[in-house]
C-alpha cells in the first residue's frame, strides 16, 4: 500500500496547492509513481500548477457515473510518466459527492501508487473529517504569518485528537525578515505547531511571475531543487531545509535587507 497524504491548512492562501503539485512533480522526478488528487471541491486549481490544464477529459463525477474508467479519469503529466491527476473541477461541492465511492477511489490509488497526495481545502469544513479519515499521514502547510499560524494551530489539534501523523512545511519564508528579527523562522514555528518539521518554501519571485506560463516546480531551478529537498524529506523522513538567508547575511547581506524594507 503506498503513502496516503493530506495537505492541509487552517488559512486560504498559504500556498497549498503549490507545495502539493511541486512535491508530487518533485517524488516523480524522483522515480516515484505519483497520482495527485484535487480535494478543493469548487475551487479546485491543481491542474494548473502542474501546467496541464488543456489535458483534461473526464473528472472524478464521470468515473462515479460510469461515462470512464478509473484508467481514463486519471491525467497523466507531461513531463514525468509515472505522474497522474485526478481532477474534481465537476464536482461543486463536498455534498455532491458519494462518500463510499471516493474512499473506494482513494484506496483503489493507494494500491496502485506510492505516493497520493490530496490537496485538500482550507480549513476544517464537511470534508476535513472525511479526509484525516482516508489518509495515512497529514502535512499542514502554513506561512509565517500571524493568522495562518494560528489557523494552522487549530488544524493540528484536531489532527492530534484523530490520532494522525502530521508534520508541517513552511511556505513563503523570507530570509530578509527573519535575519532581520522581523519574522518567525521555521524552527519556532513547527515548535508553536507541537509539529515535526518537513521543510520549508523560501518566497521565491519566480513562482508568483512564472507559475501563469509553466508549471510551478519549472519556474526556476531554485525553486525546483526546493522542491526536491522536500520530496527527499518526506522519502527519508528528514528535515532538511534549503538556505533562504545565504543573500542576506554579512555586510552586503544587510546591505540588501535595507534596501528589500525600502522596496
Not at 101 to 125: Q, R
Not at 236 to 248: E, G, H, M
Request: charged share 25%; aromatic share 10%.
Amino acid at each position: 500500500m503506498g503513502r496516503i497524504i493530506g495537505f492541509v491548512s487552517g488559512k486560504g492562501g498559504v500556498g497549498k496547492s503549490c507545495i502539493t503539485a511541486g512535491i508530487g512533480k518533485a517524488l516523480a522526478n524522483l522515480n516515484k509513481s505519483v497520482c495527485l488528487v484535487d480535494f478543493d471541491f469548487g475551487l479546485n486549481n491543481l491542474d494548473l500548477m502542474l501546467g496541464i490544464e488543456t489535458n483534461v477529459v473526464y473528472d472524478l463525477t464521470d468515473y462515479f457515473a460510469g461515462r470512464s474508467r478509473l484508467r481514463q479519469t486519471l491525467v497523466p503529466d507531461n513531463e514525468f510518466d509515472g505522474l497522474y491527476y485526478l481532477s474534481t473541477h465537476k464536482a461543486s461541492s463536498f455534498d455532491a459527492i458519494d462518500k463510499s465511492l471516493l474512499k473506494e477511489v482513494i484506496t483503489k490509488l493507494g494500491e496502485v501508487f506510492e505516493y497520493v497526495l490530496i490537496d485538500c481545502s482550507a480549513g476544517m469544513g464537511q470534508d476535513f473529517k472525511f479526509i484525516i479519515d482516508c489518509v495515512n499521514e497529514i502535512i499542514i502547510v502554513s506561512t509565517p504569518n500571524i493568522c495562518a499560524i494560528r489557523d494552522a494551530s487549530k488544524v493540528a489539534s484536531e489532527v492530534f485528537k484523530l490520532k494522525k501523523q502530521a508534520g508541517v512545511i513552511v511556505n513563503k519564508l523570507r530570509g530578509d525578515l527573519v535575519l532581520g528579527g522581523k519574522s518567525f523562522d521555521e524552527k519556532q514555528i513547527a515548535k508553536t505547531l507541537g509539529l515535526k518539521l518537513i521543510g520549508v518554501m523560501p518566497e521565491y519571485e519566480a513562482i508568483s511571475v512564472y507559475s501563469s506560463i509553466k508549471s510551478v516546480y519549472n519556474t526556476s531551478l531554485e525553486v525546483k531543487n526546493a522542491f526536491i529537498v522536500l520530496a527527499k524529506n518526506i522519502l527519508k523522513n528528514t528535515s532538511f531545509c534549503v538556505d533562504y538567508t545565504y543573500k542576506f547575511k554579512g555586510v552586503i547581506g544587510a546591505l540588501r535587507r535595507k534596501l528589500k524594507a525600502r522596496a
